[in-house]
């Protein structure tokens, strides 16, 4: 688990690397796992979180073709990388960078901390994701979802999150 909080930016550099700064850098381990996600942005697991996913995998059918696809992408996308423990850089594998998105002209990332795991976004997708989301009312849905006790507000325009008192 990443106890930590805020987005922060970092940006890739020649060597295919990025900084994880503090308090990122303060709660990671040595070995982390990177892992492309269907949103496209890699996820960033310490061991615990991945080996309960690869667990997950280990109980499916084998034979299933559902679990044959989605277990290429997850497990086939995944790579271990080593966190320098003297600066906290860790290299994003070519094929993982091009995952993200990461071009010559385009190598800004956001650190988004989730309660399980990180996520690295390539900056303008996760700025594009986060803007349709909100446009569209995802977001706001989700939200109402989650921190009113599933209670849809019958004012579509309103925006304010109610709690159930």
């Not at 080593?82 to 600066?87: G, I, L, S």
């Not at 594998?93 to 399980?116: F, H, M, N, Y």
Request: aromatic fraction near 8%.
């Amino acid at each position: 688990m990443f106890p930590c909080q805020g987005e922060a930016q970092t940006t890739v550099d020649g060597k295919g690397r990025i900084t994880l700064k503090s308090p990122y850098r303060e709660h990671v381990p040595s070995k982390l796992y990177l892992m492309r996600d269907v949103d496209g942005c890699l996820r960033v697991l310490d061991k615990h979180a991945w080996d309960a996913v690869a667990a997950r995998f280990a109980s499916m059918d084998p034979m299933s073709p559902e679990t044959a696809l989605v277990e290429r992408f997850y497990i086939a996308g995944t790579a271990e990388v080593t966190v320098d423990p003297a600066d906290g850089r860790v290299r994003i594998p070519e094929k993982l960078l091009q995952w993200l998105g990461a071009t010559d002209d385009d190598r800004q990332v956001t650190i988004v901390p989730k309660a399980s795991h990180l996520e690295l976004w390539l900056s303008s997708r996760y700025d594009a994701y986060l803007e349709q989301n909100a446009e569209d009312g995802t977001l706001r849905d989700l939200a109402l979802s989650l921190f009113a006790g599933g209670r849809q507000r019958q004012d579509p325009n309103a925006t304010a999150i109610e709690d159930d008192a």
